[in-house]
């Protein structure tokens, strides 16, 4: 099976998406340490924490994997944090989406809602993509279009909880974060990486850290949002995914 995606991302630096995909990129240089974050979906208090437990600074870059609104308790006091301060930056997810298509009743600030509407797709650094779903590692990614990049979970999958899912089959040399899917506990497949840990539901708020390769996790303070176990991506070891 070719893997185009991961050689693609390997060997090339500009052009790399479809027409239409907003793409940002990073100079890592620039940072001491950077952090990627999964889903934080309003949660603020959590999202605090974390960044206390990072013991994050002006020289320090923070990346969000993008949902940072809805289902919470605070998605203005979560956007509030994130817009405010230039080192903590986010894509956008699939629930902003949905705010940008005026399909949820969230009132935001008229700062936040300009905030929401400049958010990329993806962010890359070398070595590194961040998108909010995930990629499919069977087509370029030049053919992903902004739905693709913002909902993909399990491209080849009869049932997308059963899998296997989009990093099952991912074998790139760079590093491809993401949330949407809701995991267990966080998990690094050989390349792929999953952040979104539920902490609405009743999970962790969970952070990588790029240059220490390790994982930082926050426990949710209550669960605000249920989710029926069977929307859970539950691991066996290191590699099956299982309901």
């Not at 060997?11 to 793409?23: K, L, M, Q, T």
């Not at 705010?99 to 797709?121: H, K």
């Not at 949330?179 to 952040?195: K, S």
């Given at each position: 099976?070719?893997?185009t995606t991961g050689e693609q991302l390997a060997?090339?630096?500009?052009?790399?998406?479809?027409?239409?995909?907003?793409?940002e990129r990073i100079d890592a240089e620039e940072?001491?340490?950077?952090?990627?974050?999964?889903?934080?979906?309003?949660?603020?208090?959590?999202?605090?924490?974390?960044?206390?437990?990072?013991?994050?600074?002006?020289?320090?870059?923070?990346?969000?994997?993008?949902?940072?609104?809805?289902?919470?308790?605070?998605?203005?006091?979560?956007?509030?944090?994130?817009?405010?301060?230039?080192?903590?930056?986010?894509?956008?997810?699939?629930?902003?989406?949905?705010?940008?298509?005026?399909?949820?009743?969230?009132?935001?600030?008229?700062?936040?809602?300009?905030?929401?509407?400049?958010?990329?797709?993806?962010?890359?650094?070398?070595?590194?993509?961040?998108?909010?779903?995930?990629?499919?590692?069977?087509?370029?990614?030049r053919d992903h279009s902004v739905d693709d990049?913002?909902?993909?979970?399990?491209?080849?999958?009869?049932?997308?909880?059963?899998?296997?899912?989009?990093?099952?089959?991912?074998?790139?040399?760079?590093?491809?974060?993401?949330?949407?899917?809701?995991?267990?506990?966080?998990?690094?497949?050989?390349?792929?990486?999953?952040?979104?840990?539920?902490?609405?539901?009743?999970?962790?708020?969970?952070?990588?850290?790029?240059?220490?390769?390790?994982?930082?996790?926050?426990?949710?303070?209550?669960?605000?949002?249920?989710?029926?176990?069977?929307?859970?991506?539950?691991?066996?070891?290191?590699?099956?995914?299982?309901?």
């Open positions: 099976m070719a893997i060997s090339e630096s500009e052009s790399r998406f479809a027409e239409g995909v907003p793409h940072w001491t340490n950077i952090y990627v974050v999964g889903d934080v979906h309003g949660c603020r208090a959590e999202l605090e924490t974390l960044l206390e437990r990072l013991d994050v600074s002006d020289d320090d870059l923070v990346v969000f994997v993008g949902d940072l609104a809805r289902k919470g308790p605070d998605t203005e006091g979560v956007l509030d944090i994130v817009r405010e301060r230039p080192n903590l930056v986010s894509i956008r997810g699939n629930n902003e989406a949905k705010i940008l298509r005026g399909e949820t009743d969230l009132d935001l600030s008229e700062a936040n809602a300009e905030f929401v509407r400049s958010l990329p797709v993806a962010l890359s650094w070398e070595g590194a993509l961040v998108v909010h779903g995930g990629v499919d590692p069977r087509r370029d990614l990049l913002l909902n993909m979970r399990a491209p080849h999958a009869d049932e997308e909880y059963v899998g296997p899912l989009w990093y099952d089959e991912y074998d790139g040399a760079t590093t491809i974060f993401s949330g949407h899917t809701v995991h267990e506990r966080p998990h690094d497949a050989d390349g792929g990486v999953a952040l979104d840990t539920g902490c609405v539901h009743g999970g962790a708020l969970t952070a990588y850290d790029w240059h220490a390769e390790e994982f930082v996790e926050v426990s949710a303070e209550e669960t605000y949002v249920e989710r029926s176990a069977d929307k859970i991506v539950r691991l066996d070891g290191d590699g099956s995914v299982f309901r």
